[in-house]
């Protein structure tokens, strides 16, 4: 009778498991897609996984557990699994404490990171760090301002026309009292060597 007496456990850890994963998923800040869209995407691919693998699992089993309990391990698995993949190396921005507007981290050929953001809002991040994803702790002078970034996004510039490279990078902006904020482009900060070029990863574009 344990076995039975069991199930109504599972079910309910499993439930508990969707809602705390969803719940730091609509944490979790975005590049393209609002958080909410991909928490609701995320749960209706997860149910509809476990339930698939819930159903195989007690026919390979032959069991006289319900399916939904299988479904439940199966969901519990996967929400682990997105906890530990949350659990990644934190890294943290240094921002000017007077700074507001857009902060450009711009991929460098260097192995290490630089997120001491100068004045002009530039840092520097690594190619491994810029393509494995990046959510930073953000500090500007004394204040952790991380909950204040909405979302980030990634961008690519070649500086002139008949440049054969562009630069990559990853922005988010800085929020500000007024919204009339009046941002220098990438090719103004390198003119006044706010950028230091020879840092930058250049990635070639391909010939028209």
């Known amino acids: 009778m344990m076995k039975f007496k069991i199930q109504p456990l599972i ?7 969707l809602i705390f994963s969803g719940r730091q998923m609509l944490q979790t800040k975005t590049m393209i897609l609002p958080s909410w869209f991909l928490t609701l995407f995320f749960l209706l691919i997860t149910l509809c996984v476990s339930f698939a693998l819930g159903v ?3 026919k390979m089993l032959n069991s006289k557990w319900q399916t939904r309990t299988f479904a439940s391990i199966f969901a519990i698995a996967i929400s682990l699994i997105y906890y530990v993949s949350q659990y990644r190396s934190a890294y943290t921005v240094f921002i000017p404490k007077d700074y507001v507007g857009e902060v450009r981290l711009l991929v ?3 192995k290490e990171n630089d997120f001491f953001v100068n004045k002009y809002g530039i840092g520097y991040i690594n190619r491994t760090t810029f393509d494995e994803g990046f959510y930073p702790k953000i500090i500007k002078g004394d204040n952790d ?3 204040q970034v909405k979302e980030y996004s990634k961008g690519a510039l070649a500086t002139t026309s008949e440049d054969v ?3 990559e990078y990853l922005s988010f902006s800085v929020p500000a009292k007024t919204e009339n904020i009046e941002d220098k482009d990438i090719e103004e900060l390198i003119k006044i060597k706010a950028i230091d070029t020879t840092r930058l990863y250049k ?4 010939s028209q």
């Open 11 to 17: 079910i309910f850890l499993g439930i508990v498991s």
């Open 203 to 206: 990635r070639k574009l391909l």
């Open 165 to 167: 490279y562009s630069y």
């Open 145 to 147: 301002i991380t909950k």
């Open 108 to 110: 460098s050929n260097e």
């Open 56 to 58: 195989l699992a007690k």
